[in-house]
């Protein structure tokens, strides 16, 4: 009976029956363990980043670590982890964060703020324009983008996707390249970032990308906080150039006290909550990939180290 460690104490509360239960439902019987008497006898290791466990040496047998986390730059360098590595592709969290993005990209279209904060009680009868005049930059194309990309095109947004590889998908203009990159900006009132944390992501949005932007854009990172230059950003709110950031990923979590971003009236802080794992769909998620350990099959979601995502 494999033995499965589940090596991240602080969510075992969320994971007691759903895990078992997942497992049960994939029809493997594993032993589930939260601390392992001897390392050498682990069999798949359920690993989150605030996990205290970072020396994957001892665990001879392991045949894979199990990410709960989609983003995986915090395990992904380390250097004692030969074992495959697998990160969470969870439809649940897929759902929450399309929520996120089409929630606050409607804010930014509709102008919502303009009457929800209205103290002068101004009939401003301004109406928006229809999403189809909205251009949208969907940076990244993978499990998150792609979803939140059909999402918005259901809503009649233009969406221009960009990403590493050439994609071919029905009704969405797909760029690469650092050309690709500037006409998708050059493009867009709605820039959305769903890439991974690479040394090639870094600073992506920096002062001349964002410069490619038209006046008034709005930015929503729910990607990585590295993905854009801090002060790039914040120089570009001051001049008005980029209307408005939706920040939820930032370089240093919980965003300090004294950052800017927290009082600055043209961006939104929410505090990294845009998609949440979901416990009841990521165990099935995780259970799967334990039967297709057992069964000889190839794993799910498998991390291209060398890419870094
Ligand atoms: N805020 C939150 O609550 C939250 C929750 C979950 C995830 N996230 C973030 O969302 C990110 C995306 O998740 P996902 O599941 O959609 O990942 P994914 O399926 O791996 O997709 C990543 C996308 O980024 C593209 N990409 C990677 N490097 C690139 C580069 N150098 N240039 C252009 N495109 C590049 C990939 O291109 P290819 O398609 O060509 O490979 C792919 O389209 C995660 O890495 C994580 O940082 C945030």
């Known amino acids: 009976m494999p033995m499965v460690l589940f090596a991240a104490p602080a969510l075992w509360d969320d994971y007691t029956e759903a895990l078992p239960r997942a497992l049960a439902e994939a029809g493997v019987a594993a032993t589930i363990v ?60 897929t759902e929450g964060m399309v929520e996120w993005v089409v929630g606050h990209a409607l804010r930014h279209h509709l102008g919502m703020d303009r009457h929800i904060v209205n103290p002068g009680h101004v009939w401003d009868q301004t109406c928006p324009p229809l999403a189809r005049d909205r251009p949208v930059a969907m940076l990244g194309l993978g499990t998150l983008g792609l979803a939140c990309a059909r ?52 600073n992506l949005l920096n002062a001349r990308t964002l410069a490619l932007l038209p006046q008034g854009a709005a930015i929503l990172n729910p990607g990585r906080g590295a993905l854009i230059d801090d002060a790039a950003l914040l120089a570009a709110l001051d001049r008005g150039h980029i209307g408005h950031a939706t920040l939820d990923t930032f370089r240093v979590e919980p965003l300090p006290p004294d950052h800017p971003f927290w009082a600055h009236p043209r961006v939104i802080v929410t505090p990294h909550i845009a998609a949440d794992t979901r416990p009841a769909s990521a165990a099935r998620v995780i259970a799967e990939n334990i039967r297709r350990g057992e069964a000889g099959e190839p794993f799910l979601h498998l991390v291209d180290r060398a890419r870094g995502y």
Request: some cysteine.
């Open 34 to 93: 939260t601390q392992a008497p001897d390392p050498a006898a682990v069999d798949y290791i359920v690993y989150a980043p605030s996990a205290p466990l970072q020396d994957f040496a001892p665990f001879t047998r392991a045949k894979a670590v199990l990410s709960l986390w989609a983003g995986v730059e915090r395990i992904v360098g380390n250097a004692s982890l030969t074992q495959p590595l697998c990160r969470m592709v969870d439809p649940w969290l």
């Open 151 to 202: 999402a918005l095109q259901a809503l009649h947004f233009p969406v221009t996707g960009w990403s590493r590889s050439p994609k071919d998908v029905p009704g969405l203009t797909c760029l690469q390249g650092e050309a690709g990159l500037e006409q998708a900006l050059r493009g867009a009132q709605i820039v959305v970032t769903l890439l991974p944390r690479t040394p090639q992501t870094e």
